[in-house]
């Protein structure tokens, strides 16, 4: 149950609250049709009650591999009133590594359509509402565990990441994202990732218009924000660079005067990318969050910030973040360490793992593997991640810092950098570019050596037709190395 008292509710009960003050406006939409707050919430009791028919129980953790759509939404806000907690996952995860997030969770039933197979009982929405036709409400109940997303992390083993966080909608704390009652959200990431997925519900409960699109594509997400007249997106830089590669008569025939809020996340951004975002849409727009789905600490910068601080995800919002030495010892500003974070004194776990064990140091400490540094007002500038440096020659060469100067080239839709082994330097920069027609090695040899120091420059390169980076922005380089270290 929530807490009458400071107001903490359920979210089955904060769907229901939204149901009566909103009724028919519209909750969520997709590419087919658009669900109203009433009906949202009379949809989710009956498919609540179908959960229960199906066996789910308060406290299960229940595996949802559905694309982004309204069924996604829906399959989420019934398995709260069921008490039980949403584990997302791709629904174009290969069978064993379904198989292998499923046996972590436990889960009783897989909701999912023909994409993904299982021996456990699998439901879809229109067989989960076929067990149920009452959509009256259900005795309130709260999950104890809110979300449990996955990760494979830098290992490529599944591991689960269980919110600290009980199912339940706080009305003292501000809007997540800077979301409110009167956005339009438009949400092109897959849900199935934690920012997605926690940027969208958030704005639910706040009683936001979320509009989902069943998978990015540039021209139609500006297409989207003119049409619905979106006041907030969620992006990742992969997409920000797609947008901006459109032809300037493409991008001239939406109007994204409506856009208040755009934040990017889940990667680093490359400063010629931001900036240009920058003066597109307005420093005031541009928003962008560093954190770990663990959710220990937490920064955020404005665009207004960042013109006078280029480089830096933020300053230090929620918890504590510090450098330190190999030796664990806290660096000064300037000097660059592993970044550690801690939840504020007294604050409880905001996360627990299954199938994997945070890295720590003493006092609380944890690490998500990332490198950098803060300058002397505190604001945090990332290097890379620990377990992708690349040592060459006896130098720390960062594959992010070279993906950014490639990804600047006009010709390159995506890239990755990873290290090889070389009898000479120990290891030779690699990289793996998915191209535009045109582009030439040597034109791409020149444009890196205008911006990079020697050392730092791509020995070889692979020009790949296949994307590089997920749905997400995000790219695995220990698997795409492992896949050229076993052809050699």
């Given at each position: 149950m929530g807490d009458p008292a400071e107001g903490i509710i359920s979210l089955g009960a904060r769907l229901k609250q939204l149901a009566q003050s909103r009724g028919e406006r519209p909750a969520v939409t997709d590419a087919h049709r658009t669900v109203t707050w009433a009906e949202l919430h009379a949809r989710t009791n009956r498919l609540a009650r179908g959960l229960e028919a199906a066996g789910v129980k308060l406290g299960d953790l229940v595996t949802l591999g559905l694309p982004n759509s309204v069924d996604f939404i829906e399959a989420c806000y019934a398995l709260w009133k069921v008490g039980a907690t949403p584990q997302p996952i791709s629904y174009r995860l290969p069978p064993a590594e379904a198989e292998a997030v499923m046996e972590l969770a436990r889960t009783p039933?897989?909701?999912?359509?023909?994409?993904?197979?299982?021996?456990?009982?699998?439901?879809?929405?229109?067989?989960?509402?076929?067990?149920?036709?009452?959509?009256?409400?259900?005795?309130?109940?709260?999950?104890?565990?809110?979300?449990?997303?996955?990760?494979?992390?830098?290992?490529?083993?599944?591991?689960?990441?269980?919110?600290?966080?009980?199912?339940?909608?706080?009305p003292n704390l501000p809007g997540a994202y800077r979301t409110n009652a009167d956005d339009v959200m438009l949400m092109p990431g897959p849900l199935y990732h934690n920012g997605p997925f926690t940027a969208s519900i958030g704005g639910l409960n706040q009683g936001a218009h979320l509009i989902v699109m069943a998978r990015f594509d540039a021209e139609e997400t500006l297409r989207q924000i003119d049409r619905?007249?979106?006041?907030?997106?969620?992006?990742?830089?992969?997409?920000?660079?797609?947008?901006?590669?459109?032809?300037?008569?493409?991008?001239?025939?939406?109007?994204?005067?409506?856009l208040k809020t755009l934040w990017h996340l889940a990667a680093p951004?490359?400063?010629?990318?931001?900036?240009?975002?920058?003066?597109?849409?307005?420093?005031?727009?541009?928003?962008?969050?560093?954190?770990?789905?663990?959710?220990?600490?937490?920064?955020i910068i404005s665009g207004t910030e960042w013109l006078e601080h280029r480089g830096s995800v933020g300053r230090v919002t929620v918890g504590e973040m510090c450098a330190f030495d190999g030796d664990g010892r806290p660096l000064p500003p300037g000097e660059t360490g592993e970044i550690f974070m801690r939840r504020p004194a007294g604050a409880p776990p905001s996360y627990r793992y299954l199938g994997a064990e945070p890295r720590t140091?003493?006092?609380?400490?944890?690490?998500l593997g990332d490198i950098g540094w803060f300058d002397a007002d505190g604001?945090?500038?990332?290097?890379?991640?620990r377990t992708d440096?690349?040592?060459?020659?006896?130098?720390?060469?960062?594959?992010?810092?070279?993906?950014?100067?490639?990804?600047?080239?006009?010709?390159?839709?995506?890239?990755?950098?990873?290290?090889?082994?070389?009898?000479?330097?120990?290891?030779?920069i690699h990289a793996i570019v998915q191209p535009r027609p045109g582009l030439a090695e040597a034109d791409l040899r020149a444009?890196?050596?205008?911006?990079?120091?020697?050392?730092?420059?791509?020995?070889?390169?692979?020009?790949?037709?296949?994307?590089?980076?997920d749905d997400a922005g995000k790219v695995r380089r220990s698997q795409l190395r492992a896949e050229r270290l076993s052809k050699d």
């Open positions: 039933i897989l909701i999912a359509g023909d994409s993904l197979a299982s021996a456990r009982p699998r439901y879809d929405i229109a067989s989960l509402m076929a067990l149920s036709d009452d959509e009256s409400d259900l005795e309130d109940r709260t999950a104890p565990v809110y979300k449990a997303p996955t990760s494979g992390g830098s290992t490529g083993r599944p591991k689960l990441i269980l919110s600290g966080g009980a199912g339940v909608f706080d619905h007249r979106a006041t907030w997106i969620y992006t990742v830089p992969t997409m920000m660079s797609r947008i901006w590669r459109l032809p300037d008569e493409v991008k001239a025939r939406f109007d994204l005067s409506s951004c490359p400063p010629w990318l931001k900036e240009t975002f920058i003066h597109w849409l307005g420093p005031e727009v541009i928003m962008e969050l560093y954190a770990g789905t663990e959710a220990q600490a937490v920064t140091l003493p006092g609380g400490w944890e690490s604001y945090l500038y990332l290097a890379d991640r440096m690349i040592l060459v020659g006896g130098s720390n060469v960062y594959p992010a810092e070279i993906e950014a100067a490639l990804d600047e080239h006009p010709l390159v839709q995506s890239s990755a950098v990873i290290g090889l082994p070389d009898e000479d330097l120990g290891n030779r444009h890196l050596a205008a911006r990079l120091v020697t050392y730092k420059q791509p020995r070889s390169f692979e020009f790949v037709a296949e994307n590089i980076r």
